[in-house]
């Protein structure tokens, strides 16, 4: 099974890197995608697990940027975990995170409910501060019952804690991915509800692949997708998007996978980028 959508503890994951890399392993995993949010922090370790447990890691990362007005997720597949220009954003996202998680936490404590700054910090450790890590504190606290219910009640945008973030334009993703040696591909395209029109944005820009095969795309969704990456010969991709059983209850490694022909098409689109920056 190939799995390219995961997160880990350098994002907004539940598991630490060699954690996930041991329950894919455990499910039958045997190559997979570990794809933080705007970090490649966890990578190295990751590539250390994934050798001790024979499954392959296709380093990656998950871009939040923007095409028009809406929100998109883009993925990068067979990135350079080293290449400076990563590590650099990293560095600029978490000071943009540690300011809104402040002014959001802010607005928590305007609405009644005493939440610190350190409270959601022991919820995220090490990694960069994110909405789902104030939304676990909310759920760890009995003020919401799940993740889901934290962010349709409050942290959602347009709900009373939500604070506007900065914005990468969908081109600039893609060409930073492409920098970086990877194949760019879309994420989750029907839970962000990404139509003809945006997609036709991303791909003139450069986007590789589509994640069709998202765990979240019902049949029909998947197939209004697949028509989509097969009208733009994108290459249609799979993962879980597995979080961890707290933040996405339900969710496992593999759930959704990544034909091995569709895997070596976006390979060899990696490759060319690579080539060309060589």
């Not at 998950?62 to 220009?85: M, N, Q, T």
């Not at 700054?117 to 104030?134: C, K």
């Not at 942290?155 to 970086?180: C, N, Q, S, T, Y």
């Not at 997708?225 to 799979?238: D, M, N, W």
Request: proline letters at 5%; one cysteine or more; a negative charge.
């Amino acid at each position: 099974m190939i799995d390219l959508h995961s997160h880990t503890t350098a994002s907004d994951g539940q598991h630490s890197p060699a954690e996930l890399l041991s329950l894919a392993a455990s499910a039958g995993v045997t190559a997979l995608a570990v794809t933080d949010h705007d970090t490649v922090a966890g990578l190295g370790e990751a590539a250390e697990a994934a050798k001790a447990h024979g499954v392959e890691l296709v380093p990656g990362i998950e871009l939040s940027a923007f095409v028009l007005k809406r929100e998109v997720h883009i993925l990068g597949h067979f990135v350079r975990p080293d290449y400076p220009e990563l590590a650099s954003y990293d560095a600029r996202l978490r000071v943009e995170r540690e300011q809104r998680m402040e002014q959001m936490v802010e607005q928590m404590r305007k609405l009644g409910f005493p939440v610190r700054m350190e409270d959601v910090r022991a919820i995220a450790g090490n990694a960069q501060l994110g909405r789902p890590h104030l939304a676990r504190f909310l759920v760890e606290r009995g003020w919401c019952l799940d993740v889901k219910e934290a962010f349709d009640r409050f942290l959602g945008a347009g709900k009373p804690a939500w604070v506007e973030r900065f914005k990468l334009d969908g081109e600039d993703a893609i060409a930073l991915i492409h920098r970086a040696g990877g194949a760019a591909t879309l994420a989750h395209p029907g839970s962000s509800k990404v139509e003809r029109h945006e997609i036709r944005m991303l791909v003139q820009a450069g986007l590789d692949g589509m994640e069709s095969l998202h765990s979240d795309h019902n049949p029909s969704v998947m197939e209004k997708y697949q028509k989509f990456a097969k009208e733009f010969e994108l290459v249609p991709t799979g993962g879980s998007d597995f979080h961890g059983e707290q933040v996405t209850p339900g969710k496992r490694p593999g759930d959704s996978t990544t034909p091995p022909e569709n895997f070596a098409r976006l390979r060899a689109r990696a490759a060319s980028q690579s080539a060309r920056r060589s």
